[in-house]
């Protein structure tokens, strides 16, 4: 088998085994929600369910690179499923054991999982794209696109197993198309990808590299830009202050991460200028529009014009243009990285991506209890501006080779 088709094969590997994770991941969210709110949890007791799965997203992208370079990627993917299958079915157990301190302990896991699959599969992606013009970056939106989007689509899954088999069937079935995965996907990869020679140093997770270190600051902000709206204060407006129910909130958040993965996906073709890769100075011209939606929504709607549409219209909006600030990122994260140290990089760059995630979480609590969704938006645009100031410092031309970055 020759090297492109190597490299093909092992990223149909890859890629698979993300979409099937990543259904489960969609899913086990949407399962819980409504099967804990069926039992009478509160919304307060519910968020915590979720409170570990953030954290330890922080954690394990901190600590995965380096088990990566130790023990290879085919290793952290293996392990990532496993833990995926385990959080499941430790919530197949009778309703009597499903305290909150037991579903945050099976969250955790489902937490560690995800991180350790996603950093593994985006370093794989840079070890088996190999040396092609524009693969790299067409690969990685591919990869992270229809991931976001297969997410939606979980949430749609989770939610139709609940109302046809019952929250411990579907948690089964669940498990069952992970194992499945596994049998078919991940063994295949070669052995050893990613692996360092050597013993790799804990503190060698922390980037040396300012690009990769202004890159991971910027990535910080641009994701809690998104949650501090769309985790709590959107869904709330929506049900509370527009009246949607549950289905209707459930499908429009649904569809718009969806949309943001189909997006995503395209992005090389929606930006490509004669074949050139994405810069620093990239980066730095799609903040600037980002940035300036939230405040455009804020005054729609403070000028008096329909919330509904202009949320619907608004966040879609921002929904294309973040997903190209993502994909963006997506791929200097990985063209800035060194080959043999990638997973290591990409671990510490997803800790900042987690980090953000969970202050746009807590902001977006907060935030909206004291100035509702209009404070939360105005957030947003702060947050978009800091990591706008931020990308102004990356390089502006491509990288010169591999873990070289021009200035």
């Known amino acids: 088998m020759n090297a492109p088709t190597l490299g093909l094969a092992a990223y149909a590997r890859i890629t698979a085994n993300y979409w099937a994770f990543t259904i489960t991941d969609g899913a086990i969210r949407m399962l819980v929600v409504l099967y804990f709110h069926q039992l009478g949890y509160s919304a307060l007791e519910i968020a915590l369910l979720f409170l570990f799965y953030e954290f330890f997203g922080i954690v394990t992208n901190l600590t995965g690179g380096w088990l990566a370079a130790r023990l290879g990627l085919n290793t952290t993917l293996v392990s990532g499923t496993l833990l995926q299958i385990a959080a499941l079915l430790m919530l197949t157990v009778p309703e009597a054991w499903l305290s909150v301190a037991y579903v945050m302990f099976a969250q955790a896991l489902s937490g560690i999982a995800k991180d350790l699959n996603k950093m593994s599969a985006k370093s794989g992606v840079k070890l088996v794209a190999g040396d092609v013009q524009g693969r790299l970056f067409r690969w990685v939106a591919w990869l992270t696109g229809s991931k976001n989007a297969l997410k939606g689509l979980g949430f749609f899954v989770g939610a139709a197993l609940l109302y046809t088999v019952g929250f411990q069937a579907a948690l089964v079935l669940l498990a069952g198309l992970l194992v499945l995965s596994l049998s ?101 011209v799609w903040a600037l529009v980002l940035m300036l939606i939230p405040v455009g929504i804020v005054i729609a709607l403070e000028t008096g014009f329909d919330p509904g549409f202009v949320l619907i219209i608004g966040l879609g909006v921002f929904g294309v243009v973040f997903a190209i600030n993502s994909a963006v990122h997506s791929f200097l994260i990985l063209d800035y990285a060194e080959s043999d140290r990638v997973a290591m990089k990409v671990g510490f760059y997803y800790m900042a991506n987690a980090g953000g995630r969970l202050v746009g979480t807590v902001l977006s609590g907060w935030i909206f209890m004291t100035h509702g969704l209009v404070g939360c938006l105005l957030a947003s645009s702060g947050f978009v501006f800091a990591a706008w100031m931020l990308s102004s410092l990356l390089p502006r031309g491509p990288a010169a080779g591999p873990g070289i970055v021009r200035t």
């Open 184 to 284: 078919l996907a991940v063994l295949g990869l070669p052995r050893g990808l990613g692996r360092v020679g050597g013993k790799p140093k804990f503190t060698q997770m922390f980037a040396n590299s300012p690009a990769i270190n202004v890159l991971s600051a910027a990535r910080f902000f641009l994701f809690g830009a998104r949650d501090v709206w769309f985790v709590v204060a959107l869904p709330v407006f929506l049900s509370a202050t527009l009246d949607w129910n549950h289905l209707q909130v459930g499908a429009f958040l649904a569809l718009w991460i969806i949309g943001y993965g189909i997006v995503q996906a395209a992005v090389p073709t929606l930006i490509a200028r004669k074949g050139l890769d994405p810069t620093g100075l990239t980066a730095r």
